[in-house]
């Protein structure tokens, strides 16, 4: 999705712009732009350009943007082509404002159709372009109106707008002829950007600026996200956290349509949709810049992937009291009359999220004994879900932004029930809209392929599976205590599997050049096959596909090409299944296929059957999701690297899809 970075202090605004929008690159975008108020006079730098922000910067030093106040932005199109033309910020007719913008306008068309008769012209196909034009609109409604109870004198003309100059490059010294009054007054540029907040649906985070108010930045948001901070150089607001961790790492959030101004000194002044002030909540994030930056890994998946051993440390520490062998889940308010009344859980997520909620359901009913059913949001949030008081929902989000997750929370609140947030991203919106907020420890992720988040959200659905045996009293505290101390092996298990992965990468050689991969598995092993294909796809761009072992049978097994010797993956560690998922290896090698095992230390049987045994450390099966992702994690990598590919920024994705 886009990112927007808002700057205005003593430094020169340009170069934190474009470090920011670098630390937010892995938004994925196509295009870039920032816009800089001259330091000695009432006009705006602009800059655009298609393609990635190391062509901007290049751009902004050709062009010597100078200047304290500016916006930058990258570009995920939605509306209009990715074109220099198309990216932001866009300004409106005077050329003096310009929009920056992550979302998207859903009334844009019929604004647009109005801005058009009162004879604003427009240079772009986007959606984002109708904002400039509308704040420009009530911007002079203001002025004039400032102008006629003054007795029609300007306090500070503005005058009217000389004739644009643009060059080869998109950079063009701004002021567009201006479009209805003559000169105008300065008016109250918050004023004129709340009123046209009020005139918006859809979703946005929308940061302005206005050339004749060189020490201000307005932000604003709906639904998408926004944070907030200052330092002694300045304000600054972000469409993320790495964005603003060089210069500050206390933060703060505004609720939809609330409005921050921006100052020079500094200060930000934050209004309510009324235009009443108020004082924001406030946060002290730990993430250091350091852990935004790769660390000495080639790519932050890779640096993700190896921080899993203390993620998963991290997430369960803390969760268990020795002294009455119990768990706890403090964030949960819910009575034990509450939780005895939960009758079923709904769990609603997409990707990744979803096939976390995959496993959860599966340890939560074997546990806790409550039906637990796994939705994709995109899905729940159109079909009228039954969900009463007695539901327990659980939400998962890595980012806490995504549009569709984020709509089945407010029908879930809506319809009465409890709602559970699951989530890495500390005052994400998904933290605000939620009765429960559970964080996962896995810090920033930067790589767009979900890693290090989806071993913690397994590892908090385990967690939180167990609490609720216990509170429903179907596990006694020694069955917890024997659980919750394998759980806590899992950190250096994994730091055995990533100590030597050479039969990985051996066996992810040998699927370098397949056309397409098969995944299966049995019970948890399934679910993790599940999340396997999706890494595989989604960052080597090699077709993959998951199922259920026994369901090979039933029709996938046509897809197995002995001349091409399809890959089939499957997790095969000890289970209560075992014997029969070497039968469907048994079955998948004799049509073709090449076969690669995720088996458990010791199991001999396998090595006769598999054509790549990749070992990993035994554990209870109930654990073993955890584990056995790992090597597929690195499988996936591997392959990815192998064909080429951008294992951090794959092609059309972006890591949080903050739009339906
Ligand atoms: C996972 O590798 C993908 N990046 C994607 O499927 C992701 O899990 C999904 O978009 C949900 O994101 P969320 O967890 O931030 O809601």
Redesign the pocket.
């Known amino acids: 999705m886009c990112g927007i970075v808002a700057f205005t202090g003593t430094n020169q605004a340009a170069a934190i712009l474009l470090a920011g929008l670098t630390r937010l690159e892995h938004r994925g975008y196509d295009s870039a732009g920032i816009a800089v108020i001259y330091p000695d006079r009432p006009e705006l730098q602009l800059t655009r350009q298609a393609g990635k922000v190391a062509k901007l910067a290049k751009a902004v030093v050709r062009e010597k943007i100078v200047g304290t106040c500016g916006i930058g932005h990258t570009r995920w199109a939605t509306h209009g082509v990715p074109s220099e033309a198309n990216a932001h910020p866009h300004r409106d007719c005077s050329g003096k404002i310009a929009v920056a913008h992550n979302g998207i306008i859903e009334n844009y068309a019929r604004l647009k159709d109005e801005l058009l008769r009162q004879g604003h012209q427009f240079s772009s196909q986007t959606d984002t372009e109708v904002v400039a034009h509308l704040v420009e609109h009530n911007y002079n409604k203001l002025a004039e109106a400032a102008a006629a109870a003054n007795g029609g004198g300007d306090d500070i003309a503005t005058g009217n707008a000389t004739g644009a100059g643009s060059n080869d490059t998109g950079t063009s010294n701004a002021n567009a002829n201006a479009t209805g009054a003559g000169s105008t007054a300065r008016a109250d540029l918050a004023e004129a950007v709340r009123i046209t907040v009020s005139q918006l649906s859809g979703s946005f985070a929308l940061a302005i600026l206005h050339a004749d108010h060189p020490d201000e930045i307005v932000v604003t948001r709906n639904d998408s996200p926004l944070v907030l901070g200052c330092f002694e150089g300045g304000a600054i607001a972000a469409s993320g956290l790495p964005a603003l961790l060089e210069y500050t790492r206390d933060i703060a959030y505004i609720e939809d349509r609330d409005l921050a101004v921006l100052h020079r000194d500094g200060q930000i002044d934050y209004y309510d949709p009324a235009g009443e002030p108020f004082t924001p909540s406030t946060y002290h994030v730990d993430w250091t810049l350091e852990q935004a930056e790769k660390g000495g890994y080639p790519d932050f998946m890779l640096k993700e992937i190896c921080e899993q051993p203390r993620v998963i440390r991290d997430t369960i520490a803390g969760r268990f009291d020795e002294a009455t062998r119990s768990l706890s889940f403090d964030e949960l308010p819910l009575t034990d009359e509450e939780l005895a009344n939960i009758d079923r859980i709904v769990i609603v ?8 909620g995959l496993i959860g359901k599966d340890l939560i009913e074997s546990w806790a004994r409550i039906p637990v059913e796994v939705e994709v ?1 995109s899905e729940f949030r159109y079909r009228n879900p039954i969900i009463n008081s007695n539901t327990l929902v659980i939400a ?7 549009a ?2 984020l709509e089945a929370v407010r029908q879930a609140r809506r319809a009465g029930a409890h709602v559970i947030a699951l ?3 500390l005052g994400s919106q ?1 933290t605000r809209e939620a009765q429960t907020v559970l964080y996962i420890k896995a810090n920033l992720e930067i ?5 290090k ?2 071993l913690a ?1 397994v590892a908090m659905l385990t967690l939180l599976g167990l609490y609720l045996a216990q509170e429903r009293s179907l596990l006694t505290g020694p069955q917890i205590q024997e659980l919750y101390g394998e759980m806590s092996k899992l950190p250096l298990q994994l730091e055995h599997i990533l100590a030597d992965t050479s039969a990985i990468e051996r066996a992810a050689d040998s699927c370098v050049a397949a056309q397409t991969a098969l995944f299966i598995g049995r019970g948890v092993g399934a679910t993790t096959c599940y ?1 396997g294909a ?2 595989l796809k ?2 080597s761009y090699l077709h993959a596909e998951a199922f259920s072992a026994g369901e090979i049978k039933h029709g996938p097994i046509a897809l197995i090409d002995a001349e091409a010797a399809t890959p089939v993956i499957v997790v095969a560690t000890q289970s209560t299944t075992h014997d029969k998922t070497l039968a469907n290896i048994e079955e998948v090698k004799a049509r073709g296929a090449s076969v690669i095992a995720v088996a458990t230390e010791g199991d001999g049987r396998i090595a006769e059957l598999a054509d790549y045994v990749i070992y990993i450390p035994p554990i209870r099966e109930c654990f073993s999701p955890i584990t056995a992702s790992v090597p597929l994690q690195l499988f996936a990598r591997h392959i990815a690297l192998a064909r080429g590919c951008d294992v951090d920024q ?1 092609r059309n ?5 903050t739009v339906e």
Not at 447 to 451: D, K, L, R, S, Y
Not at 653 to 657: C, D, Q, Y
């Open positions: 997520a997409c990707g990744t999220s979803y096939h976390a949001a998962i989000s890595q980012s806490g932004e995504t569709d997750t989530t890495n991203v998904i790589a767009v392929a979900a890693t988040s989806f959200q999340e999706l890494k989604e960052i794959p994705l972006a890591k949080s899809v």
